[in-house]
Every structure is written in structure tokens, then in C-alpha cells.
């Protein structure tokens, strides 16, 4: 089976990117899939909510520089199954130092190729940075599937309609040819309120079949999770979080073909 490369991307901070990232990866992983999630934030949440060390020099820093290879920098989790690149703030200046390179955007998918020639991964996902900044692009140009989470508010749309813009441009262009959108999802949902289900609505509306059916509850144990260095199944597998992110991967699995 070829690996599926899918970033995981929204130019908003706040929506529950990272958690997606982090909870979807370990659900795939737990539903029987060999699974690297790619932290390619400099914030390192990813890093941290899976409870691996930010360590000097551990980023794909120097891999997208040219300087190794990435297959060094993947490191072990305490998840079966599941393998991570961690981030470290040296990618914070990867935005500066990749934009003076030949192939600019194109850099992690090079990075990428001998993790994928190796056939140790199913599945590839890519938490990007919360912009549309060179590395976000970067995982664009690499990854064939994109998931966006969504925030169930009101500005919502503009995101994807800029989201939308910037991959119609990267098409054009000939940086992306083959991503699409595996699908979008909505977070943060308080089935209570009157906002909330207005907002599923009217995204449904506008892109149907593209919205997972399965909705990310707002809720204080999914919240909590990170911080202690676990996927929301591993810190409370009886919560409406942990159902929810298990019907994702289902979803996802079901969307890219079993």
C-alpha cells in the first residue's frame, strides 16, 4: 500500500488543529495503521501533546535545508503503531531560510521521499503551521489529501474560501497538482447552542459531501489531554471527544478507500 501523505491545516489558530492532528493520527494508528505525524509547527504542540521532548536539533530543521535525512529525526511514541517527527523552535526560522532556496516549496516534499521509499507508513500526517506561510505551502506541495478543521463561528467560511483561493493558485501553478480536500471538520461544537448548529448548517450547505458527518464536541477533557501528554482515547476513552475523534478516523479510513 502507497503512503498517504494528508496535511492538516487551517490559516487560523484556535480551531483545534493541533488536537485533530494529535487524535486523529492516534486513532488511525489504534484502528491497525502505521501512522507518522509530521509536526511541522514551530509551536510544537503536536510535539508536547504527545508527550515526546522538543530537543535541540531534533526538528526536520535541517533535513529541509538539505543537511540529512528525515528518517533520522522519527522518533517512537508510546503508542503502538504510531511515530512522530517532533518540531522544535528552530523551524521558526525554516520561513526565512527556505524562501532563499532553489525549489522553495518543495523542500519537505523531498524531505519526504525516502520516508515514503522506506514503506514504513501507511499514513503521513502533516500538523502545519497556523498560516499560510512557506511551510504550510510546503506540506501542500507534499501531501496529496487535506483536513481542515473547522471552528463551529461565525467566520468560519472566509477561512475556507481563502483556503480555497490559495489551493485554485497552487493548482495553477503546478505546486500541487494532486491535493484535494479530504474533508473538512467542524470542532468545537456545543450541540446547546443556537450558534453552533447555525454554523454546521450553512457549511453544509455550501460544500455538502466535503463535511465529515462526524462533529468535534467542545469539551474540557479534549481540552486537557495535551497537557499531559496524551491522545483524548489514552486520557479519557469513555468521553464524547474520544468517540468522536474514533468516528473520524472510521470516516477518514472510509474516505481514502479503507
Same mark, same amino acid.
Given at each position: 500500500?502507497?503512503?498517504?501523505i494528508i496535511a492538516v491545516a487551517n490559516q487560523k489558530g484556535g480551531v483545534g488543529k493541533?488536537?485533530?492532528?494529535?487524535?486523529?493520527?492516534?486513532?488511525?494508528?489504534?484502528?491497525?495503521?502505521?501512522?507518522?505525524?509530521?509536526?511541522?509547527?514551530?509551536q510544537a504542540n503536536a510535539t508536547s501533546g504527545l508527550g515526546v521532548e522538543k530537543a535541540?536539533?531534533?526538528?526536520?530543521?535541517?533535513?529541509?535545508?538539505?543537511?540529512?535525512?528525515l528518517l533520522e529525526k522519527i522518533k517512537p511514541t508510546a503508542w503502538e503503531r504510531l511515530?512522530?517527527?517532533?518540531?522544535?523552535?528552530?523551524?521558526?526560522?525554516?520561513?526565512?531560510?527556505?524562501? %532563499?532556496?532553489?525549489?522553495?516549496?518543495?523542500? !519537505?516534499?523531498?524531505?519526504?521521499?525516502? !520516508? +515514503?521509499?522506506?514503506? %514504513?507508513?501507511?499514513?503521513?500526517?502533516?500538523?502545519?503551521?497556523?498560516?499560510?506561510?512557506?511551510?504550510?505551502?510546503?506540506?501542500?506541495?507534499?501531501?496529496?489529501?487535506?483536513?481542515?478543521?473547522?471552528?463551529?463561528?461565525?467566520?468560519?467560511?472566509?477561512?475556507?474560501?481563502?483556503?480555497?483561493? !490559495?489551493?485554485?493558485?497552487?493548482?495553477?501553478?503546478?505546486?500541487?497538482?494532486?491535493?484535494?480536500?479530504?474533508?473538512?471538520?467542524?470542532?468545537?461544537?456545543?450541540?446547546?447552542?443556537?450558534?453552533?448548529?447555525?454554523? !454546521?448548517?450553512?457549511? %453544509?450547505?455550501?460544500?455538502?459531501?466535503?463535511?465529515?458527518?462526524?462533529?468535534?464536541?467542545?469539551?474540557?477533557?479534549?481540552?486537557?489531554?495535551?497537557?499531559?501528554?496524551?491522545?483524548?482515547?489514552?486520557?479519557?476513552?469513555?468521553?464524547?471527544?474520544?468517540?468522536?475523534?474514533?468516528?473520524?478516523?472510521?470516516?477518514?479510513?472510509? +474516505?481514502?478507500?479503507?
Amino acid at each position: 500500500m502507497a503512503t498517504t501523505i494528508i496535511a492538516v491545516a487551517n490559516q487560523k489558530g484556535g480551531v483545534g488543529k493541533t488536537t485533530t492532528a494529535i487524535n486523529l493520527a492516534s486513532c488511525l494508528a489504534a484502528a491497525g495503521r502505521r501512522v507518522l505525524l509530521f509536526d511541522l509547527d514551530p509551536q510544537a504542540n503536536a510535539t508536547s501533546g504527545l508527550g515526546v521532548e522538543k530537543a535541540a536539533g531534533g526538528s526536520a530543521y535541517r533535513p529541509l535545508l538539505g543537511e540529512g535525512s528525515l528518517l533520522e529525526k522519527i522518533k517512537p511514541t508510546a503508542w503502538e503503531r504510531l511515530e512522530i517527527i517532533p518540531s522544535e523552535v528552530d523551524l521558526c526560522a525554516a520561513d526565512v531560510e527556505l524562501a %532563499r532556496l532553489e525549489n522553495h516549496l518543495f523542500r !519537505v516534499a523531498r524531505s519526504l521521499e525516502p !520516508v +515514503r521509499d522506506s514503506g %514504513r507508513f501507511d499514513l503521513v500526517l502533516i500538523d502545519c503551521p497556523p498560516s499560510l506561510g512557506i511551510l504550510t505551502l510546503n506540506a501542500f506541495a507534499a501531501s496529496s489529501r487535506l483536513v481542515v478543521p473547522l471552528q463551529c463561528e461565525y467566520y468560519a467560511l472566509e477561512g475556507i474560501s481563502m483556503m480555497n483561493r !490559495v489551493l485554485g493558485q497552487l493548482r495553477e501553478a503546478g505546486v500541487a497538482p494532486n491535493l484535494e480536500i479530504l474533508g473538512i471538520v467542524m470542532t468545537m461544537f456545543d450541540g446547546r447552542t443556537k450558534l453552533s448548529n447555525e454554523v !454546521v448548517g450553512e457549511v %453544509r450547505n455550501l460544500l455538502g459531501n466535503k463535511v465529515f458527518e462526524t462533529l468535534i464536541p467542545r469539551g474540557t477533557r479534549l481540552a486537557e489531554a495535551p497537557s499531559f501528554g496524551k491522545p483524548i482515547t489514552d486520557y479519557d476513552k469513555y468521553s464524547s471527544g474520544a468517540a468522536a475523534y474514533q468516528l473520524l478516523a472510521r470516516e477518514v479510513l472510509d +474516505r481514502l478507500g479503507g
